[in-house]
Structure formats: C-alpha cells, structure tokens
C-alpha cells in the first residue's frame, strides 16, 4: 500500500477499531498507543494481502497491546483506567456485559460481532484453533445472557 492509501484507511478505519480496541482492553489511552503502533507498523511492513484492513488493525494493536502487562489487570485494579470510557461502558448495557468477560473473550466477541471477523481469522489473529474460537465465543454468549437474567 502506498502512503495515500493508508492515509485514506487511516482516516476510514481509525474510528471503528479504536473503538473495538477500547472495549476490548478497558482502557482507552492503551487502545489509541495499541492502533497507532498498528498503523505504524504497516506503514513499516505492509501485510500482503489487506482483504478485512480493520480486523488486520485490529490484531496488530491488540498483539502490540498484550506486550504490555498493563493490559492484563483486571479493569478495577487498573489505576490509569479512563474514566470518559468508563461513562460510556457503564451507559450502555453491551459495556456492562462485556465488563463481565474475560480480556480473551472481549477480544473474540469484538472481533466478531463488532469487527466482522469469521472464526477462522480470529484463529489466525490469535494463534489458536477455531474450535477454540467457537467454544470461546458460545461461552462468552451465555456468560452475557446469565448476566442480563440477573439484572
């Protein structure tokens, strides 16, 4: 890709996987550092192939993320935790259910019902099977509906 061309999916893409970041790592400062370094790093090494650029984005942030042991801690011991993304989350119910997932399967539910992404490139962005992935995915879906019967 030209640099035109990832100035245009810079400006197309940026939004939708920040904010896929965001609820995926319950932090907001750590999703921007996480795209950023994404987009940098294809500026750097373009993939060969960008058939879904947003969920390519996606991976590459949440990998660039993970390397930071920050983003391991549970959202209530983070003490940097964003309070303007923690409004929303508290706003809006998926923010609240998803609160009740794991670091791995927000990870997976944003990839796939947010960002599109099938079981099998999920797999791939993840290093792991697509049974994991579906087994993840069925397990988290349950864990949300268990939560919006105890409310």
Known sequence: MTPEEWESLYR????KVYRALAATLM???LALDALQDAFAEGLRRPPRELRNAEGWLYKVGLRRARRTAFAFLPLVDRPGAD???EAILDRDEIGRLLRRLTERQRAMVVAHYYLGQTHDEIAAALGISRGTVSATLSQSLA???EALRVV
Not at 12 to 15: D, G, L, N
Request: charged share 25%; glycine share 0%; hydrophobic share 45%.
């Open 143 to 145: 864990r949300m509906r």
């Open 27 to 29: 932090n907001a400062d």
């Open 12 to 15: 197309s893409a940026f939004p």
């Open 83 to 85: 309070p303007a993304l």
